[in-house]
C-alpha cells in the first residue's frame, strides 16, 4: 500500500506527495518476481515488479551472483509477451543487469531477431541493449545489421545505432571506425536526432587528427546543417578549429569566425546562444568580433524565458572580466533584472552591474543591493561582496559608501565563509585605499565585539596589531583588544596579547598603560596566554616606563618568519637539550616540495637514499647527515641547498643513474645516485668522469668511487668542484659512468674474480641561476617588502616575446629565478590580459631576496614584464635582473 513520503510545505495545507517505493525490500520484490514465471504472463504486474527490481538497482542495491542470476533467467521468459510495453521494460533490466559472457549468448538469439523485426520500438531498443552487453567477438557478427541501421530510414532506429556506435567507440574502436562512411551518410539526414548524433560520433572518430576535424569543419560550414542541436556542436568543434589556428597576420581575420557570426541570424535560439558564447570565449578577442555577440545576448535580456535571460547574463558576467567596456550597453537592461524573481540571475545581473558600472551609478547600485542581500543565500552573497571590493578598488572616491555597505551586512547574520569574505575585503581595501583604513578598523573592532568565528577574530586581532599603531589615535582600539582578553575562549585571549604588545613596542607613549594590562593577564587561567603576557612584558623591556623600544623586538614582533614552519617543528623536536642553545639559524629554510627518496622513472627502483624519511625537513636533515660523514666535504662549510634529482638516464635503461645538486658557498657537489638493474652483474669501482670544459670557473677537487654496486641495491659516487666564494657560477658538465663490470652466477650468487672495465654515457648536466636561491616563502609579503626598504631596489621592464599566455610567462619567469611564489599569486585568471606575481626567496649567503613580477600581453600574444627586486644586498638586486637579462 503507498504510504505518504513527504509534505511538500509543513506551514501549508497541501496534499501529501506519495511514493510508491517507499518501505519496499529486495526479498519482497525477489519474491514478486517468481511472477515471471507464470504459464498466463500478467504485463501490467511484470512491468510494476520490473521497475521495482530497476529502482533498487538505482538506489545501488547490489545483488548477489546468484540473484542477478536468476532474475536474469526470469526477466529472458517474458520475451515470450507480445506486449511492447514489457518488451521496453525487459530491455531495460537486462540493461542494468549487465549480464556475464555467458549469461549473454541466452538473449542474444532472442534481441538478434527483434533487431530485425518489422516493429521499429523492438529493433531501436534491441540495438542499444545488445551493443551494451555484448564484446567484440559478437560485435563483428552483427556489425552488418548495424552498419545498416545507421542508414535506416526509420529516425529511431538510427539514432540507437548512431549512440551504440558512440558508446562503442570506448571499447572497440577499430570496429567502429569502420562505419565512417554510413556515418558520413547519415550527417546529412533530414531528421534532426540522427544529424545530431551522427555529427557527434563522426567527430569522436576523427577528433585525433586535426585535418580530418578542420576538413569537417570546413564542408559542413558551406553546407546547411538542419538540426539545431547539430549546429551547436558545429559551434563548438569550429571553436575548436578557430583555437588551433592562426590568426590571418595581414587582415587580422580569424577563420571561420564569418561562420559564427552568421550563426547569430539563426532561427533557433540555442544555435544563436551558442554562437555568441563562443565569441566571446574566443582568444585574444577584440570589440569588434564582440560587438554582434553583445548585441544579441542583450535582446536575450529582455526575454521572457528564464533559462534565456539567465544563460545571456552568465556570458555577459564573463566577458565582463576582460571586456568591461563592451558590455556596459547592456546595463539598463541588467538593472531592471535585480529585481527578477529568479535569484540567481539577479546575483549575476548585481555582479556585473559592480564591474562596468561607472562612478556615478555607485551609490544608486548600493541602494538597490541593499534591499536584494537579505533574499539570497551565503554563497550568491559572497560573490557581490567580491564584485564590491573589486569596484571599491576600482574608484577609491566611493570607499565611503562601499565600506559603509560592507560593515552592515558584517553585522546581518551569516556563515563563516560569507564572513569571512566581507572582513577580506575590508582588510584588502585597508591596505590599499589609506584613506579608508581608520574607519574600516573600527567597522573590524565593532566586528570583534560580536564576533562567533575565532578564525576571524584572530586575523582581525593580528591585522589590527600591525595597521592599528600606524594610525594618528592608536589609543582608541586597546579597549577593543583587551575586552577580548576578557570576553573570549584561549585562542583569541592568546591574540590579543600579542597585539597588545604590538601597540607597546610602537607606540612608545601608550607602553606604560601597556604594561599594567598584560601584567593582568599574567594571572590567566590558560598557559599560552600567560607564557605570551611574560614574554611579552620581558621583550618590550624598560619596566613600563615611556622609552623607545629598540630595534631587535620591533624585528622580533612584526618580521616575518623567514623558516618553514614545518621544518622549524622538526629542527625543534630533533633538538637535543645541552649547554649550547637552539640556534634558528640552523634550521633549514627551502621549501622543500618532495621527499629524499629519489623520483622513480617508470619500472626503475628508488635510487640513492631510497630509505630515508619522505618528509621536506628530513630530505635536508638527511643530505647534510650524509654530507658531513664524509670526510673530504667535513670542510665545505654549511649546505645551502639541495637540488631536486635530475635524472640521467632513461627509462629501462641497465643502469639508472640521477644526481643531487649541492650548494656550498665556495663548493659544489654532485652526488651520483646510482642503481644496477642487471641481475646477472656486479658493478665495482663506479665513479663518474665529469667534463667541465664548459663550466670554466670550476674547478674539479674530490671524486669519491663507489667501490660496489650489486643488483637493486643503491649506491652513491661524489664528485665535488670548487668555485669562487658567493658567486653563482653556471655552466654544463658532461657525464660518463666508469666501472668495472664482473659476472654473477645467478644459482651461487657468487662474482667472478675478473671483470671487465667500461663505460656508460650519461646525459648532459647544468648549474643554473636557480640553484643559488632557496624557496623561502614570507607569511605577508607587502610587510615584507615594506620593511626590506627601497634602498636596494632595482626595477626594469623586459620584453620577453610572444608566449602561448601569461600563464607561461609568469611560470617561466618563477623557474628561472627559482623563487617560492607568495599568496596565490602564481595563478593567473583565465583570459586576464595582465598580472602581478610576487617571489621570495633567499639567496646564497643567505641574503632575503623580494621580486615583484608586473607582466602584460596584447593582441599578437607580445608578453612585457616590469621587473622589481628589493633585496638586503645591491649587488644581489642587480644580480637578479642579470639573470632575467640573459636568460
Known sequence: MAQPLVKKDDDRDDEAEYSPFLGIEKGAVLQEARVFNDPQLD???????????????????????????????????????????????????????????????????????????????????????????????????????????????NPVVASAALVSGIHLLQTNPEIVKRWSNEVQEAVQSRAALVQFHALALLHQIRQNDRLAVSKLVTS??????????????????????????????????????????????????????EAARAITELSGVTSRELTPAITVLQLFLSSSKPVLRFAAVRTLNKVAMTHPMAVTNCNIDMESLISDQNRSIATLAITTLLKTGNESSVDRLMKQITNFMSDIADEFKIVVVEAIRSLCLKFPLKYRSLMNFLSNILREEGGFEYKKAIVDSIVI???????????????????????????????????LGIEGPKTSDPSKYIRYIYNRVHLENATVRASAVSTLAKFGAMVDSLKPRIFVLLRRCLFDSDDEVRDRATLYINTLGGDGLVVETDKDTKDFLFGSLDVPLVNLETSLKNYEPSEEPFDINAVPREVKSQPLAEKKAPGKKPTGLGAAPSGPPSTV??????????????????????????????????????????????????????????????????????????????????????????????GQTFVAFEKPEGVPAVGKFSNMLRFIVKEVDPTTGEADDDGVEDEYQLEDLEVVAADYMQKVGVSNFRNAWESMGP???????????????????????????????CEGTEVVPSNSRSHTCLLSGVYIGNLKVLVRLQFGIDGSKEVAMKLAVRSEDETISDAIHEIVASG
Open 43 to 153: 504485463a501490467r504486474r511484470c512491468s510494476q515488479v520490473i521497475t521495482k527490481l530497476l529502482y533498487l538497482l538505482n538506489q545501488g542495491e547490489t545483488f548477489t551472483k546468484v540473484e542477478a542470476t536468476e532474475v536474469f533467467f526470469a526477466v529472458t521468459k517474458l520475451f515470450q509477451s507480445r506486449d511492447i510495453g514489457l518488451r521496453r521494460m525487459v530491455y531495460l533490466m537486462i540493461k542494468e543487469l549487465s549480464p556475464s559472457a555467458d549469461e549473454v549468448i541466452i538473449v542474444t538469439s532472442s534481441l538478434m531477431k527483434d533487431m530485425n523485426s518489422k516493429t521499429d520500438m523492438y529493433r531501436a531498443n534491441a540495438i542499444r541493449v545488445l551493443c551494451r552487453i555484448t564484446d567484440g567477438t559478437l560485435l563483428t557478427q552483427i556489425e552488418r545489421y548495424l552498419k545498416q541501421a545507421i542508414v535506416d530510414k
Open 791 to 821: 634602498d636596494c631596489e632595482r626595477v626594469d621592464e623586459y620584453g620577453l616575446g610572444p608566449r602561448e599566455s601569461l600563464t607561461e610567462a609568469v611560470s617561466a619567469v618563477s623557474n628561472l629565478l627559482g623563487m617560492q611564489p
Open 220 to 273: 559542413l560550414t558551406r553546407g546547411t546543417v538542419r538540426s539545431p542541436l547539430a549546429q551547436c556542436l558545429l559551434i563548438r568543434y569550429t571553436s575548436q578549429v578557430i583555437r588551433e589556428s592562426p590568426v590571418n597576420a595581414q587582415t587580422g581575420d580569424r577563420p571561420f569566425y564569418d561562420f559564427l557570426e552568421g550563426c547569430l541570424r539563426h532561427k533557433a535560439e540555442m544555435v544563436i546562444f
Open 621 to 714: 636533515d638527511a643530505y647534510e647527515r650524509l654530507l658531513s660523514s664524509i670526510s673530504e666535504f667535513a670542510n665545505f662549510g654549511q649546505l645551502f641547498k639541495s637540488s631536486a634529482p635530475v635524472e640521467l638516464t632513461e627509462a629501462e635503461t641497465e643502469y639508472a643513474v640521477n644526481v643531487v645538486k649541492h650548494i656550498f658557498n665556495r663548493h659544489v657537489v654532485f652526488q651520483y645516485n646510482c642503481t644496477n638493474t642487471i641481475p646477472e652483474q656486479l658493478l665495482e669501482n663506479v665513479s663518474v668522469l665529469v667534463d667541465a670544459s664548459e663550466a670554466e670557473e670550476f674547478s674539479e677537487v674530490v671524486s669519491k668511487v663507489l667501490r660496489s654496486l650489486p643488483y637493486d641495491s643503491p
Open 429 to 463: 581595501l585597508i591596505r590599499d585605499i589609506p584613506d579608508a583604513k581608520e574607519g574600516g578598523l573600527l567597522h573590524l573592532c565593532e566586528f570583534i565585539e560580536d564576533c562567533e568565528f575565532t578564525y576571524l577574530s584572530t586575523q582581525i586581532l593580528h591585522f
